[in-house]
Structures are given as C-alpha cells and as structure tokens.
C-alpha cells in the first residue's frame, strides 16, 4: 500500500495545472470515503513498475475539502468526473513511476495528454458510480479508441487509465 497527498499533485506533475484536477479529484473521491480514500490499481504491462496492482491512500487537507466545494458548484458532474479522473490518473504515474503528464493533445487524436514531452500518450476516462463490469467494459472501449487514434498509428506508445469512482477501482494499462 502507498500513500499519497493529493497536494503534492503539482509537484509530481509541474508541467500542469493541477489545482482543477485536484479539487475535482477530492469532490468524486469524499463522496465515496473520508480521507484517505483507498483505490485499487490494477497494473496491465506498465514499463516502470512490476506490480499487477496496487492500492494507494489518496489524503488530502481541509483546505482541499474547501477548494473541492468550490469545484462541485463550478463544474457539471461529467465535467467533474473527467478532471477527477486526470487527478488520479496523475496520481497512479506518479506513484508507480510511469512519468509525467507534461501537456494536453490536440482534438481528435483519439488520447488526452502526452507523458514525458512526448515519449508516449494517455487516454483518460472516469466513471462517477459504475457497477462490476463498467470498468472492465470502458477500459477495453479506451483501448480501442488509443489504438485507433492517430498519435498511436504515428508510433507513439500509450496509456489507458480508467477510474470507477464508487468501485474505487481503476486500471492503467501500457500499449506499444
């Protein structure tokens, strides 16, 4: 089990403005659990990690809590799923050490961001309350669209990370 501040976000991830994400992140996460929230990553042929999965204790502060009020009264609730969802996407590379988040894609190349200036993509996707199979069934919707996408087709490696919130589970996989 690991541990992790969701304050230390922008640390992790300096390249981002990670502050949205962190709100968002704490708004879906408390609804679920008190801080620390327990989520269960299961691992598919990461590079960096060995692990076929692994649970972290997601913390935050109270001044987290506030700023994350304040996301639930900005934002629609697929909106803030999606952001909460690039929060703990950000959390899970950094933790099993896959890189860093450096920088949004363009539209329509079928991923969201790059890692590592440029070195592979990512395709995130968040569900606010899924029952057993949700996760199962959108990740191998994700796969399909990374691979069809056209940064991958270009040769690039990728990411799909996908988070059930209400499950507490998500999956990161590693495509080449």
Same mark, same amino acid.
């Given at each position: 089990?690991?541990k992790y501040?969701?304050?230390?976000l922008?640390v992790?991830?300096?390249?981002?403005l990670?502050g949205?994400f962190?709100?968002?992140?704490?708004?879906r996460?408390?609804?679920?659990?008190?801080?620390?929230?327990?989520?269960?990553?299961?691992?598919?042929?990461?590079s960096a990690s060995?692990?076929s999965?692994?649970?972290c204790?997601?913390?935050w502060?109270n001044?987290?809590?506030?700023?994350a009020?304040?996301a639930e009264n900005t934002?629609?609730?697929?909106?803030?799923?999606?952001d909460?969802?690039?929060?703990?996407?950000?959390?899970a590379?950094a933790?099993l050490?896959?890189?860093e988040i450096?920088?949004?894609?363009?539209q329509?190349?079928?991923?969201?961001?790059w890692v590592?200036d440029?070195r592979a993509v990512?395709?995130? @996707?968040?569900?606010?309350? *899924?029952?057993? $199979?949700?996760l199962?069934?959108r990740?191998s919707?994700?796969e %399909?669209?990374?691979? !069809?996408? @056209?940064s991958?087709?270009? *040769?690039?490696? $990728?990411?799909?990370?996908?988070?059930d919130?209400?499950?507490? %589970?998500?999956?990161? !996989?590693?495509h080449?």
């Amino acid at each position: 089990m690991v541990k992790y501040d969701i304050e230390n976000l922008g640390v992790d991830h300096p390249a981002l403005l990670t502050g949205n994400f962190q709100a968002c992140a704490v708004a879906r996460c408390r609804e679920v659990s008190a801080s620390p929230y327990s989520l269960d990553i299961d691992c598919h042929n990461l590079s960096a990690s060995q692990t076929s999965s692994e649970i972290c204790d997601l913390a935050w502060q109270n001044t987290s809590e506030a700023i994350a009020d304040k996301a639930e009264n900005t934002y629609q609730p697929r909106r803030l799923t999606e952001d909460a969802a690039i929060g703990l996407c950000a959390v899970a590379f950094a933790i099993l050490h896959e890189g860093e988040i450096t920088e949004v894609t363009t539209q329509e190349t079928g991923v969201d961001y790059w890692v590592d200036d440029r070195r592979a993509v990512v395709e995130i @996707s968040g569900i606010e309350k *899924g029952n057993v $199979g949700s996760l199962g069934k959108r990740h191998s919707e994700k796969e %399909k669209q990374l691979r !069809s996408g @056209s940064s991958y087709q270009a *040769g690039f490696p $990728g990411y799909v990370f996908v988070v059930d919130f209400g499950q507490k %589970k998500s999956t990161l !996989s590693h495509h080449r």
